[in-house]
């Protein structure tokens, strides 16, 4: 069951443009939204996370903006540098009482930035 | 710099092989978890463990064997593996303190299954 649709697929961008990454959930009982950043042979890194009673949030060069009444969120990267080439996962995760978390995440978006 | 280490960092093995892929962590958070994740595909939660118990499994199928002998480490053994398990093996642990929600990846174990 795909809890969380992640939007486009892959995405070009030109060097110094702006990436935007959309994504989607449908479970209100979600209580913790993280991107994550994955090189090839990598594992994901954790980019920036957003909680749902925060609209924006940025940090540096990456924005996340959150609208919890349409359930969407999306990943802004400003002034996309070649660097930042990778596939990004959006995710939505819930907190259990026994302190561990359940993570669900987005299909993967392919980023590449061209010179 | 990593704080969620992983061996080895690529294994092979027979479809009649038993191996262990082992997780280390330092993050001083005791909840730790194993996921799988194919080409191109996101990673896939197999199992959860929260003070060395086992809190979730996925469903996954008894070829895998999650073991998690202390805070700090966290073993999958397997056996009679099939080739459509092969896959980036991915341990991840979020940071002690009050970030709960902030899971970090150890680096993967790249296993492949002929």
């Known amino acids: 069951q795909q809890q969380v649709k992640q939007s486009p697929q892959s995405l070009i961008v030109q060097k110094g443009g702006i990436s935007i990454i959309n994504c989607a959930y449908e479970?209100?009982?979600?209580?913790?939204f993280p991107w994550y950043q994955q090189f090839p042979g990598k594992g994901p890194a954790l980019l920036i996370a957003?909680?749902?009673?925060?609209s924006e949030k940025k940090e540096g060069r990456f924005t996340i903006s959150f609208n919890k009444s349409a359930k969407q969120f999306s990943l802004h990267i400003m002034d996309s540098q070649p660097g930042d080439s990778a596939t990004y996962f959006c995710?939505?995760?819930?907190?259990?009482?026994?302190?561990?978390?359940?993570?669900?995440f987005g299909t993967g978006t392919k980023l590449q930035v061209i010179p | 710099d990593t704080e969620v280490t992983q061996t080895p960092k690529h294994l092979v093995m027979g479809m009649t092989n038993k191996k262990s892929l082992k997780c280390e962590q330092h993050?001083?958070?005791?909840?730790m978890y194993w996921y799988k994740q194919k080409a191109k595909k996101p990673p896939e939660l197999m199992f959860v463990?929260?003070?060395?118990?086992?809190?979730i499994n996925e469903s996954v199928p008894s070829r895998f064997s999650p073991e998690c002998p202390n805070s700090s480490l966290l073993n999958l053994h397997l056996h009679a593996l099939q080739p459509e398990d092969s896959a980036l093996y991915l341990c991840?642990?979020?940071?002690?303190?009050?970030?709960?929600?902030?899971?970090?990846f150890g680096p993967g174990t790249r296993l492949t299954v002929t």
């Open positions: 993050m001083g958070h005791r909840a």
């Open positions: 995710a939505a995760s819930h907190l259990f009482s026994g302190g561990y978390q359940k993570v669900t």
């Open positions: 991840a642990n979020p940071r002690g303190g009050l970030t709960p929600y902030e899971q970090y």
């Open positions: 957003i909680r749902p009673d925060v």
């Open positions: 479970n209100t009982a979600f209580d913790y």
């Open positions: 463990y929260s003070y060395e118990k086992l809190s």
